[in-house]
């Protein structure tokens, strides 16, 4: 049996974070308060395979609230709050969870959550849901399941296209009040987070080139402006590419871009979108980051190879140097938000939280008659949770009068 938690002293200190996140996600605590006096999740068992962060722990203690039994595990091996993992373990959460678990450590602590029979499966990546699929057995109880994030979506559709998918899975990355917030304003700003806390460094003056400008990386580009640095945007999409050429920045190929680039952020969700070539061709000095979800859009095998000697310089900072020239990587490669900082803020992930708790609901209440197949959020929630973030913030929008919604499905003037 391996170890669950890192330290179980740690809870107060856990309690402290979980409460400073709860005062600020008041969409989802809103959310949850709505449907506390009903527990609509009584005896069901809920599988958590999501970061363990202080955002994290206001969800499980809201599906607590509702009656589920949650076992959590983590959705990177090194993204785990120690202290977290030790707050929730106290308040009876099964965790197995913890930072720098190996990749075998790592499988384990998913196939914990798996062996206990969840019927309702949350992930983040969908390294659970493909461990699901692996085994029979581990898929047997499970009516259904939410995936967070994009790359998570895409190896889900995968399983669907394949015709192997066992279970519904509703698309929570998908819902627009999800990917519109999280992705573009959580990731961009955390992943400075997370570089400014590795680097120390400036960023206004700086050539930061953003790998992808999709939703995680239009986030990262607009930040990089805000702190004045100069943006070069690489893309594989014609249309991303254009859009980020209108909205105002430099766009290239990254063969180009590799000799001009200061610090590098890769948000595509592909691999091997900075190779050795690339690396070959970087300025001494030249800073690498990954936002996307795995840690395969660097290729860090590459970087080991070329290098004569490797050191850390500071927390989640490894100096290469190579023959010719040093570079750094921050947060060896990973997801660098969660690994140099402490992932996307309460008020982002409370928008994103409330999408999963409400598919999770969503999944429970439909048991049975949600054909095996991805599902998008459907519009209510989302909906639902776009009204609920507005009058948590106190923000009143107008809505359309009779005569507007007549002249909008009409065809005379
Ligand atoms: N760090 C976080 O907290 C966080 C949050 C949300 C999503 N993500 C992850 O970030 C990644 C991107 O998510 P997204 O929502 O922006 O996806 P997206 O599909 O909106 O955008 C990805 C973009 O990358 C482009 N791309 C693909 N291959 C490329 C290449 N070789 N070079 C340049 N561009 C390329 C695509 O054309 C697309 O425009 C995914 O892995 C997702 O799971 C991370």
């Known amino acids: 049996m391996i170890k669950q938690i ?92 913890w930072r720098g678990e190996t990749p075998e450590e790592y499988n384990e602590c998913i196939l914990n959550i798996l062996k206990v029979g969840p019927s309702i499966l949350m992930d983040d990546g969908s390294d659970a849901h493909v461990a699901a699929h692996d085994n029979s057995q581990h898929s047997a109880t499970i009516i259904g399941g939410t995936e967070e994030t994009t790359t998570g979506v895409i190896r889900i559709r995968a399983l669907e296209e394949a015709g192997n998918i066992k279970y519904p899975v509703i698309a929570v990355n998908n819902a627009l009040t999800k990917f519109l917030f999280d992705n573009r304003y959580g990731t961009g700003q955390s992943t400075f987070d997370g570089i400014l806390r590795a680097t120390s460094l400036l960023i206004a003056g700086k050539r930061v080139v953003v790998c992808g400008y999709g939703w995680v990386g239009k986030g990262i580009a607009q930040r990089a402006r805000g702190l004045g640095a100069l943006v070069t945007v690489t893309e594989v999409d014609p249309f991303k590419g254009l859009e980020a050429r209108f909205d105002g920045f430099e766009a290239m190929p990254i063969a180009d871009a590799a000799s001009r680039g200061d610090i590098f952020i890769t948000a595509t969700g592909m691999k091997g979108v900075i190779r050795k070539e690339h690396i070959s061709a970087m300025k001494s000095g030249a800073i690498l980051a990954n936002a996307g979800h795995f840690d395969v859009e660097i290729d860090v095998t590459a970087l080991e190879n070329i290098m004569v000697r490797k050191s850390t310089v500071r927390s989640n900072l490894e100096l290469y140097e190579l023959p010719n020239k040093n570079l750094y990587l921050v947060g060896s490669g990973r997801i660098a938000n969660l690994v140099a900082a402490e992932g996307h803020p309460p008020e982002v992930m409370s928008l994103s939280f409330s999408n999963q708790i409400l598919s999770a609901l969503y999944v429970a209440e439909n048991e049975g008659k949600l054909e095996k197949r991805v599902h998008d959020v459907p519009k209510e929630i989302d909906q639902q949770v776009a009204v609920t973030a507005l009058e948590a913030q106190g923000i009143r929008i107008d809505s359309p009068t009779q005569a507007q919604l007549d002249y909008a499905k009409s065809w005379q003037l």
């Open 6 to 97: 890192a330290d179980p002293g740690l809870a107060d200190e856990g309690e402290a974070a979980y409460r400073w996140a709860y005062n600020n996600m008041p969409t989802l605590s809103k959310t949850i308060e709505k449907s506390i006096s009903r527990k609509p999740l009584t005896g069901r068992k809920i599988g958590v395979c999501l970061h363990v962060t202080k955002e994290t722990s206001v969800l499980i203690m809201g599906l607590k609230s509702w009656g589920a039994d949650v076992y959590l595990c983590a959705a990177n091996p090194l993204s785990t709050q120690d202290h977290i993992a030790a707050y929730l373990e106290s308040q009876g959460v099964k965790v197995f969870a």
